[in-house]
Structure formats: structure tokens, C-alpha cells
């Protein structure tokens, strides 16, 4: 803890771009899965294909990826952007996942009722479907957020800045206060994004608040 109080301007300019590291790759993750996701979620063989390659680049270990990233993109192994891409890859893996999971969730009455009144598939998956599916998705878009802030620290060991610094620094220094700190600001940090993701699924889905008052009154 001391040395947390002693360099609280440096450890926050680390966390800032350890945030930068993470949540990037979330929100492109997310523009990638949401309607690749949706696109296959009423199509058995697309989907299985989709789950089996999105399992597949999960289970890559992620200093693997971060050493065949640059060749192949023509980087620098401790450039930013190599973990940027990287983390994309494993969100938008588990996001591919999450989304037909999510849109399973929606009764067939509602879609065949929004089929019933003219609604076309884009129409009907933005403004039904995917609202609906959202109490789910918000699940696990709170387990791609705590990853990303996890594993952002893994870029320490090859160069690329983030709160992993103060797990290699520390041990190379054998000065364990400095890995303390490391570890309590990436744990305050996923607890706050879970905590944000799990707020603003909730104001995205009032019904469900309105659902557990009824529930909660007719007990």
C-alpha cells in the first residue's frame, strides 16, 4: 500500500492506459460479434461454425498470439496496437458466443408476433430481439470486461505498457509493495466495470426492475 500512496500519479497514468488496452478491444469486439452474432443465430450449421472457430481462438495463449500478431501485420511486438488486436480476437470470440446464446432467451411468441405484424429480421433483431436478449448478453458482456482488464496485464512481459508493469518491475526488483499494488488497482478496476456493466444493463431494461416489483408485491 505504501508504495500505492507514494506513486499514486504514476500508478494512475498506468491505469489509464492500462483502461485504453482494455476496453478497446470490448468495444470492437463488440461491433464485430453483435451483428455476426445475430446474422447466425437462427442458422444451425453457421452457428456451429462460428462457435467451434470462436472456441478455437480462445484457446490460443495469449503471449502465442501477441509473438504472431506483428509478423503478420507488419508491427512491432511492443506496439499497442499488437495487444489491441489481440484482446479484439478473445472478445470477439466469447461475443460470438454470447449473442445466439442471449437471443435464445427470447420467447418464440414474441417473435412470431413481430413477424405477424410485418417486422423485417434487421428491423425485428434491433428493436425486439436484441432488447429483450439483453439481461443475458449483459452477462456476459460482464465476464468479456473483467478478462480484458485481466489479461491486458499479460503485455507487460513483452514491453507493452498497462498495470502489469508493476507485476514485472516488482518482481525484478524484488520489491513485493509494488506488485500488491498492481494486483489491488486491476482488482478495483474490474470490480468498478462490472459494477458500470451490470448498472447500465440494468437501465437499458427497465421491464425487468418493473417485473421483480410485481413479483415481489404479489409475495
Known amino acids: 500500500m505504501r508504495y500505492l500512496i507514494d506513486n499514486f500519479a504514476e500508478v494512475m497514468a498506468i491505469t489509464r492506459t492500462h483502461l485504453v488496452l482494455a476496453l478497446v478491444p470490448l468495444l470492437l469486439g463488440l461491433v464485430i460479434a453483435v451483428p455476426i452474432g445475430a446474422l447466425v443465430a437462427g442458422n444451425r450449421w453457421a452457428r456451429r461454425i462460428i462457435t467451434t472457430l470462436s472456441s478455437l481462438a480462445y484457446t490460443i495463449p495469449s503471449l502465442a498470439l501477441f509473438v504472431i500478431i506483428p509478423p503478420l501485420l507488419g508491427i512491432s511486438m511492443i506496439d499497442p496496437l499488437n495487444v489491441i488486436i489481440a484482446l479484439t480476437v478473445y472478445s470477439a470470440a466469447l461475443l460470438l458466443i454470447a449473442v445466439p446464446m442471449a437471443l435464445d432467451t427470447v420467447p418464440d411468441s414474441v417473435i412470431d408476433?413481430?413477424?405477424?405484424?410485418?417486422?423485417?429480421?434487421?428491423?425485428?433483431?434491433?428493436?425486439?430481439?436484441?432488447?429483450?436478449?439483453?439481461?443475458?448478453?449483459?452477462?456476459?458482456?460482464?465476464?468479456?470486461?473483467?478478462?480484458?482488464?485481466?489479461?491486458?496485464?499479460?503485455?507487460?512481459?513483452?514491453?507493452?505498457?498497462?498495470?502489469?508493469?508493476?507485476?514485472?518491475?516488482?518482481?525484478?526488483?524484488?520489491?513485493?509493495?509494488?506488485?500488491?499494488?498492481?494486483?489491488?488497482?486491476?482488482?478495483?478496476?474490474?470490480?468498478?466495470?462490472?459494477?458500470?456493466?451490470?448498472?447500465?444493463?440494468?437501465?437499458?431494461?427497465?421491464?425487468?426492475?418493473?417485473?421483480?416489483?410485481?413479483?415481489?408485491?404479489?409475495?
Open 113 to 219: 408476433a413481430a413477424d405477424a405484424i410485418g417486422f423485417g429480421r434487421l428491423r425485428r433483431t434491433v428493436t425486439v430481439d436484441m432488447p429483450l436478449a439483453l439481461p443475458v448478453f449483459t452477462a456476459s458482456l460482464r465476464v468479456v470486461v473483467v478478462t480484458n482488464i485481466a489479461m491486458v496485464s499479460v503485455g507487460a512481459l513483452i514491453g507493452v505498457g498497462g498495470l502489469g508493469k508493476l507485476f514485472t518491475q516488482g518482481y525484478q526488483r524484488d520489491y513485493p509493495d509494488q506488485i500488491v499494488a498492481g494486483i489491488i488497482v486491476t482488482l478495483v478496476l474490474a470490480l468498478i466495470f462490472d459494477r458500470l456493466v451490470f448498472l447500465l444493463g440494468t437501465l437499458a431494461t427497465p421491464w425487468t426492475r418493473a417485473d421483480a416489483r410485481v413479483k415481489g408485491a404479489r409475495s
